[in-house]
């Protein structure tokens, strides 16, 4: 009697056992496996930022080819163990990650849309997915959340609009040559300061401005009072499970329990 399917089926469940206990895991393991995807999304986006000094490099497409299969293996382990694949693939992140796998397993694709350049800042979306993991093994994280998340929005913000800056006016702008020219024309926009010695060309260029500089009086600077001065603090109550408070609560607003939010002591 031939056993070939149902050892081809445990070895399956064996892998997706092995792979959920590694995202979705309480063990020491899977905690660092999770910190590590954070540090290596990091590193890798820090790569878009240097490899815009040089996309003109050929050599760059092997490292971009290597990084594009790490994303592509990471996204197949993701989907292998979802229970809702579809939703997973057509969310923003699944669809932001497919894009910037085919730019960077395909080069060809960003010599010829350069919009695509844009899309592998939405790599920190990821962020998002991995910040609520941590969040169950994590006091820090559990604690200064709505911060945490603040500084992620606000780094996503700032990356796609800067890749925006840079990928409409690099070539046709004297003033733009690197990324960090474009870098340096959106935080000066953003924070209304506004040097003037970076514009924008053309008409699109100008609309661009008009729409950053809205930006940076309502999202940006409501992101910055969000960081250094977060509202309430994330800590459940004992008696009653409310979870928001304010930083210097010492009874629960909404029964009143004694609460014991770690803190940094008295100014």
Request: charge should be positive; hydrophobic fraction near 50%; aromatic fraction near 12%.
């Amino acid at each position: 009697m031939d056993n070939t399917p149902a050892v081809n089926t445990s070895l399956w469940q064996r892998l997706y056992q092995r792979i959920d206990r590694l995202y979705n895991g309480d063990s020491r393991h899977a905690r660092q496996f999770r910190w590590s995807l954070l540090v290596f999304d990091g590193i890798t986006i820090l790569y878009f930022v240097v490899a815009s000094f040089y996309h003109h490099t050929d050599q760059l497409h092997v490292i971009e080819e290597a990084i594009g299969i790490a994303y592509l293996v990471e996204f197949s382990a993701r989907l292998f163990i979802s229970r809702q694949r579809l939703r997973d693939i057509f969310h923003p992140a699944g669809l932001a990650d497919l894009i910037v796998i085919a730019s960077l397993l395909a080069p060809s694709l960003v010599e010829n849309f350069a919009f695509l350049r844009v899309i592998r800042a939405l790599r920190l979306l990821r962020s998002y997915h991995m910040i609520r993991n941590l969040r169950r093994q994590s006091a820090f994280v559990r604690l200064h959340e709505d911060v945490i998340f603040s500084v992620v929005n606000l780094l996503v913000f700032i990356f796609v609009i800067t890749a925006v800056v840079y990928v409409t006016q690099v070539g046709d702008n004297p003033a733009i040559g690197d990324y960090f020219d474009a870098l340096y024309f959106t935080v000066a926009t953003l924070t209304t300061t506004g040097f003037g010695d970076i514009t924008l060309v053309g008409t699109g260029g100008h609309i661009l401005a008009v729409l950053i500089m809205i930006f940076g009086i309502s999202l940006f600077l409501r992101l910055v009072q969000t960081i250094f001065r977060p509202g309430k603090v994330r800590y459940e109550c004992k008696t009653c499970g409310l979870n928001r408070h304010d930083p210097d609560a010492v009874h629960c607003k909404h029964c009143g329990a004694v609460l014991h939010i770690t803190t940094e002591g008295a100014d």
